[in-house]
């Protein structure tokens, strides 16, 4: 005896809604991503401070004047020779405003020949990052 056997019709998939559904998930994950300034990808531990705090306003992102404890010098994430330094924290200046952080094992040396460099330039002061500001 054959019994009749139904015949199944295969699943179907609505594209069309996964579409919208995607697009919608991609403007929200681009419109709510934050971007992050570039920074040379060096490890510095910064000292602590209980009485300062960053001179630098916290609404703008400024360029930051990295040393290493090797005497390393990084603008951004750039690194700067000793000779070029003034030059470039000075043009970099007119737009925007520049930070120093330095690592807790930089020789005193070091940080008194960027600072020299700098006010040579004609740089008077620069405002330092006494801690991370991520914590």
């Known amino acids: 005896m054959a019994f009749y056997q139904k015949k199944r019709a295969s699943p179907i998939i609505p594209i069309v809604s996964l579409v919208d559904i995607l697009t919608v998930l991609l403007i929200f994950f681009i419109a709510t991503m934050t971007f992050k300034a570039q920074q040379p990808q060096v490890k510095i531990t910064l000292p602590n401070s209980e ?10 992102v400024p360029a ?10 990084y603008l951004d994430a750039r690194e700067v020779e000793m000779e070029k330094l003034g030059d470039l924290v ?6 925007r405003d520049v930070a120093m952080r330095a690592d807790k094992q930089v020789p005193f040396g070091i940080i008194i020949q960027v600072l020299d460099a700098l006010k040579k330039s004609g740089i008077e002061t620069l405002p330092t990052q006494m801690q991370d500001p991520k914590k």
């Open 51 to 60: 009485t300062a705090v960053n001179a630098v306003a916290e609404k703008t």
């Open 64 to 73: 930051v004047l990295t040393v290493t404890p090797e005497g390393k010098i």
């Open 90 to 95: 000075k043009e970099t200046k007119k737009t």
